[in-house]
């Protein structure tokens, strides 16, 4: 890992002797030899500006906010 792009920020977390972050894929860099391995490909672009990523603390999980699309949506709703 030479470094994650600045919207990235906060697309990373300790877990064990690893930190995972996200790239194009969920990724474990491994603190003790560091060496990379991709754990899981992501199927959109994970979240900018935000933490989009956390690890149960016994490193079994991992939750990943992906952007399957940018924009909002107002709903109008009646009145009651």
Not at 33 to 51: C, M, V
Not at 57 to 73: H, M
């Amino acid at each position: 890992m030479t470094s994650l792009a600045r919207e990235s920020w906060g697309g990373w977390a300790l877990s064990g002797r690893s930190i995972l972050y996200t790239d194009t894929g969920l990724q474990a860099l491994d603190l003790e030899t560091g060496k990379t391995r991709t754990i899981s490909p992501l199927l959109f672009p994970p979240a900018p500006w935000d933490r989009s990523m956390g690890v149960s603390p016994d490193g079994r999980y991992a939750l990943v906010t992906e952007l399957e699309r940018q924009g909002s949506e107002i709903h109008l709703l009646p009145e009651r």
